[in-house]
């Protein structure tokens, strides 16, 4: 909250993927993606770039998305891995397992899977706390 984050979520749309476009096929993408047509396929954001994917009210995914940012609105049917967050809107329905370091979920959101919390890599922000039992 307080410390430099080098890994800012992606706040601009880069690409677009209109509605009545039906894509077969996997993505990978830099930068920000919205899905407002049908994608058969996974979906990737590349490198170790922060990439933003938005799947809107009318888009449908059919396979496993693993973006860094991921908000959805519309259909998914596969795993999410969000590496760092995870928003579900009031329409988002999710089939499939998600895995996530935040999650924001609104009523509304179904998800027909397992909620996975994947714990923050960075070891060095958690503070270990010795017990008094400990140091008799």
């Not at 919205?34 to 990737?44: A, E, K, P, Q, Y």
């Amino acid at each position: 909250m307080f410390g430099k984050d080098s890994k800012k979520p992606q706040s601009r749309i880069d690409s677009l993927i209109g509605v009545g476009t039906e894509i077969d096929g996997n993505i990978s993408f830099a930068g920000g993606l919205r899905v407002d047509g049908h994608v058969r396929g996974n979906i990737s954001s590349a490198g170790d770039q922060p990439g933003m994917l938005v799947i809107s009210e009318q888009a449908i995914v059919e396979g496993e998305i693993r973006v860094h940012h991921v908000m959805v609105n519309g259909q998914v049917k596969g795993p999410i891995h969000a590496d760092q967050t995870l928003e579900l809107q009031p329409k988002a329905s999710v089939t499939g397992d998600v895995h996530y370091q935040r999650l924001e979920m609104q009523m509304g959101a179904v998800v027909q899977g397992r909620l996975v919390y994947e714990a923050d890599s960075q070891s060095d922000k958690v503070v270990k706390f010795k017990s008094a039992a400990a140091s008799e």
